[in-house]
């Protein structure tokens, strides 16, 4: 049994977005043993994961103030179904007021912690040279101090390195006229490269990602995104003429995403002034501003709905007639989606049912979307009002497109392909180590 460690931000919990899609990723991979070094409040609850051990910023705080309580642990994994990250009234209310405002500062004291935090510990030496992995799987994220424990778990192991990035997280093809968000990305982009050059293989998540990263890292990199089976196809859709057509979004608002569903919400209240013709349900998790709920709870239009676990979008997406994708197309955020692919996309998919895109085309996930015919795609208003008249007018469209979305999934994101690539990438690194 071949050992992996897996170095991530957040727990690998199958109700976080890392958890899932990692779980999904590593499902059925006979002969390997997972452990997961994380670094964020939460539990793993995922019985893939053998071992996990923790080391947060609260715990590096709380290890300055008292050096005989630890700043890292090995933890349980638990079987349960929610993601509970133990924080008191105040420190929710901390982290929710930065999830709403993300101010560069905030980001930089949190760094501090971990700059001046003993996350170097005894208790973490023990851990890993007990464990004793064969190959490293790790994310690469736009934060130095994950890069930094990265780079440590390669010194201290010598194992082969696999990093997989999946956003934008290196090059300067973004806009923000704050000068700290580039003096930020600046230190940023130094340790993603720092890593990336110890990597003996790279995973990327789009086309367009690894066609830039190809040249700028001089590296083949692996198109890698979470992954359905599709070989079995679902209940074809069948449209309930006792409601109105009802559209599903589920996933981060954030990142002015919440922008590009409004302005969805206004061509739909245009078009429902005649009649209820659609209503847009939207399940996040996203701490919500007073803007926010404005703008997205409208009555006869669109309904917050609030988070749900993973178990339940599902059951969710079979009950909608057309599935929402919204890439941020605000100045500042648009370019965040250059390179990214949203995992929800995958879900929409095999869930049989039509998808809606809005973006733009040189957004990787748009650009997919339209490049494979696998939806509808929008850039502008007048092209979303003419897709949702073209529903009203045929709605046998909704089952067409359905198909066509179950195609695009089962040519480009069957996970057997994944796993026969990944078995093949691991088989490799361990002859040559």
Not at 29 to 47: P, S
Not at 189 to 202: A, E, F, G, N, P
Not at 302 to 321: F, H, N, R, T, W
Request: glycine fraction near 6%.
């Amino acid at each position: 049994m071949k050992k992996i460690l897996v170095a991530s931000d957040t727990p690998w919990n199958t109700n976080n977005s890392f958890g899932n899609s990692y779980a999904n990723i590593f499902d059925k991979l006979e002969g390997y043993e997972i452990a997961n070094i994380y670094c964020k409040e939460g539990i793993v609850n995922d019985k893939r994961v053998s071992r996990a051990f923790k080391v947060t910023a609260k715990m590096l705080l709380k290890n300055l103030q008292n050096p005989s309580c630890p700043s890292g642990i090995e933890t349980g994994i638990e079987d349960i179904k929610e993601d509970h990250a133990e924080f008191t009234k105040c420190e929710h209310a901390v982290i929710n007021f930065g999830k709403k405002y993300r101010f560069q500062i905030f980001f930089w004291i949190y760094g501090c912690i971990w700059r001046i935090g003993k996350w170097n510990s005894l208790e973490l030496e023990e851990f890993v040279a007990d464990y004793n992995p064969d190959l490293l799987f790790c994310p690469i994220y736009p934060f130095t101090y994950m890069n930094r424990l990265v780079l440590e778990l390669k010194k201290k192991t010598g194992a082969p390195l696999m990093g997989y990035i999946s956003d934008d997280n290196y090059t300067f093809r973004m806009v923000n006229f704050s000068p700290l968000y580039w003096i930020n990305r600046f230190m940023m982009r130094k340790s993603v490269k720092r890593v990336v050059d110890q990597c003996d293989i790279l995973y990327v998540i789009s086309d367009i990602q690894k066609r830039e990263y190809d040249k700028i890292f001089r590296k083949d990199c692996h198109i890698l995104t979470k992954g359905k089976d599709f070989s079995v196809i679902p209940p074809s859709y069948k449209r309930n003429h006792k409601q109105p057509y009802i559209l599903v979004y589920a996933g981060n608002i954030g990142g002015a995403r919440w922008k590009t569903l409004k302005i969805i919400v206004d061509v739909m209240r245009e078009i429902n002034k005649r009649k209820l013709y659609f209503m847009l349900y939207i399940y996040t998790a996203t701490p919500l501003t007073g803007k926010m709920k404005k703008a997205l709870n409208v009555p006869g239009v669109s309904k917050l709905m609030g988070k749900i676990p993973y178990s339940e979008v599902e059951k969710k997406q079979l009950q909608a007639d057309l599935l929402l994708h919204a890439a941020p197309i605000d100045l500042i955020h648009r370019w965040e989606e250059h390179h990214g692919f949203s995992t929800k996309l995958v879900d929409y998919m095999a869930s049989n049912r039509a998808i809606l895109s809005y973006g733009f085309d040189d957004q990787a996930a748009v650009e997919h979307l339209r490049k494979h015919d696998g939806a509808f795609v929008a850039s502008n208003k007048a092209e979303l009002k003419e897709i949702f008249m073209k529903i009203i007018k045929n709605p046998r469209l909704l089952e067409e497109y359905g198909k066509k979305a179950w195609k695009c999934g089962a040519d480009f994101h069957d996970i057997k392909g994944f796993h026969k690539m990944l078995k093949k990438d691991f088989e490799s690194l361990l002859q040559e180590s």
